[in-house]
C-alpha cells in the first residue's frame, strides 16, 4: 500500500520514530494502524492502544467543545469581551477583546512568550520551583520538580499586560487558549478537566483521553518526548512537552491533552455526524457548523473557525492539509507531530499521531516534507480508487 510506503520511509528518514493512524470513511474505520517504535533505540514498537502527547490539538479538542457546549446551552456569546466572564480582566489592556478573536487567534497577542525562562532565573527559581511536593508547589512539571501552585494567576497576569497588535490581524498564538479554562470555570463552577470528563470523554468511553497520564498509564504506554536540555534537563515521557502547559501542572487550554488515534477521531466522527456519536448526541449540528466554519471578521489574512484551523482558499499548498480536502474541510496540527483532519463533504475524517520531536524539537522533517498533508493527499486518492 502506498500510504505504508511512504510512511516507512519517512520513518527510515528519522522524520518520526513511529506514529498511529485512523482513517474514518463513512463511519467507518477503514485504516487504523500502527508503524514504527517508541524512539529511535527500536526497542519497543508502538502499538494501537499508546498515547500521545497531542499539543495543540488540545484546542479543539478540550477548549473549542467546551465553548461550543457553553454557546449552545445559553451561557456565552462569542462576541462578548473576555472581561465579561472573567471579571479580573477588568481594566487590563485585553479587557475588550472578544471571544470570537480569541478564538480565531485575531486578538493581537505576540506569538510566544517563555515564561519559563523568567522564573528560572537565578533570583526567581526559589520563589517558583520546588523539589518537593506542597500545597503551595503544587504543579507537577516532571519527576521531582513542582511549579507555584498559584502561577497560573501570574501567566494571567503576565498576558494580560501585554501589548496588543491594533491591527487585528491574525496571528497564531496559544495565549487565548491559556486563558479560555478559566472562562469555562467560572461559567459551569466546575473544574475544567472534570467538566470535559463529565460532558464528552467519559460518555463517549475514550479512556485514553486524558491530562497528565502518569496517573492512569505506566510510562511504557506513552511516547516520549523531547530530551529536554533547556528547562527540565531531561527526556519528557508521560508529562506534557509544552513548557507553558507543563507551569500549570499539565492541564491547559492549548496543550496537555493525551490519548490514543483511536480516541481522537471519534471525536472527529462526532464531528462529522453533526454532533452526535454512538447514540449520544453532543451537539446540534448548527452548533458544529458554526464552529467550524470560517468566522466572519475584518481580519483580511485569517482562514479560521472558532478553534478550528481550515483550509487555504485557492490552489496553495501552503496550507494545513492536502489540496484535495474540501473548502468545507477543518481541523487542527499539533507541534509535536500531530494531526485532525474532518472534511464533511466526503465524511472523512482522518488523525494522524507521532511523537516527531522525539528526541529533538528541532527536527523539521515532518514540515520538510510536508508529511500530514502528503498522508492525507494518499488518504483521498485511496477513497476515490475505492469508487472505481
Not at 29 to 56: N, P, W
Not at 95 to 110: D, Q, V
Not at 267 to 296: P, W
Amino acid at each position: 500500500m502506498e500510504l505504508d510506503s511512504f510512511v516507512n520511509d519517512c520513518i527510515e528518514k528519522e522524520v518520526f520514530p513511529g506514529c498511529q493512524i485512523a482513517v474514518a470513511y463513512k463511519g467507518d474505520l477503514i485504516h487504523h494502524k500502527a508503524y514504527g517504535h517508541h524512539d529511535y533505540t527500536k526497542l519497543q514498537a508502538v502499538q494501537l492502544t499508546d498515547l500521545y502527547d497531542l499539543a495543540s490539538l488540545t484546542k479543539i479538542l478540550a477548549t473549542t467543545i467546551s465553548m461550543m457546549r457553553l454557546y449552545e446551552d445559553g451561557f456565552i456569546n462569542v462576541n462578548d469581551k473576555i472581561s465579561k466572564y472573567i471579571p479580573e480582566l477588568e481594566e487590563t489592556k485585553i479587557s475588550e477583546i472578544s471571544i470570537a478573536r480569541l478564538m480565531t487567534h485575531t486578538a493581537g497577542f505576540k506569538a510566544w512568550i517563555p515564561f519559563y525562562r523568567d522564573f528560572m532565573k537565578e533570583e526567581n527559581v526559589t520563589n517558583y520551583f520546588s523539589p518537593v511536593k506542597s500545597e503551595r508547589f503544587d504543579n507537577q512539571v516532571i519527576d521531582g520538580f513542582y511549579c507555584l501552585t498559584s502561577v497560573g494567576d501570574t501567566i494571567m497576569k503576565i498576558i494580560a499586560d501585554t501589548d496588543l497588535n491594533k491591527r487585528n490581524r491574525y496571528l497564531y498564538s496559544d495565549f487565548g487558549f491559556i486563558i479560555l479554562p478559566k472562562l469555562i470555570e467560572n461559567v459551569v463552577m466546575m473544574n475544567f478537566e472534570e467538566f470535559l470528563n463529565l460532558c464528552f470523554y467519559n460518555k463517549m468511553g475514550l479512556r485514553t483521553m486524558v491530562y497528565n497520564p502518569l496517573k492512569v498509564f505506566s510510562k511504557d504506554e506513552i511516547m516520549p518526548t523531547e530530551l529536554d536540555k533547556d528547562f527540565r534537563k531531561t527526556l519528557v515521557q508521560g508529562y506534557v512537552h509544552d513548557q507553558a502547559a507543563a507551569l500549570l501542572g499539565g492541564v491547559s487550554g492549548h496543550a496537555g491533552l493525551f490519548a490514543n488515534a483511536y480516541d481522537v477521531a471519534v471525536i472527529g466522527q462526532m464531528l462529522l455526524n453533526g454532533g452526535h456519536v454512538n447514540g449520544v448526541r453532543y451537539f446540534e449540528k448548527s452548533t458544529v457548523d458554526y464552529f467550524t466554519s470560517r468566522f466572519q471578521l475584518t481580519a483580511s489574512n485569517h482562514r479560521r473557525g472558532l478553534g478550528f484551523d481550515r483550509r487555504v482558499a485557492g490552489e496553495t499548498d501552503n496550507g494545513p492539509c492536502t489540496l484535495l480536502a474540501s473548502q468545507k474541510s477543518y481541523g487542527h496540527t499539533g507541534f509535536t507531530g500531530t494531526y485532525l483532519w474532518v472534511d464533511p463533504e466526503y465524511d472523512l475524517a482522518f488523525v494522524f499521531l507521532s511523537n516527531r520531536i522525539n528526541p529533538n524539537a528541532e527536527n523539521r522533517g515532518i514540515s520538510k516534507y510536508k508529511v500530514r498533508a502528503e498522508i492525507h493527499k494518499l488518504i483521498y486518492l485511496a477513497i476515490k480508487n475505492r469508487g472505481k
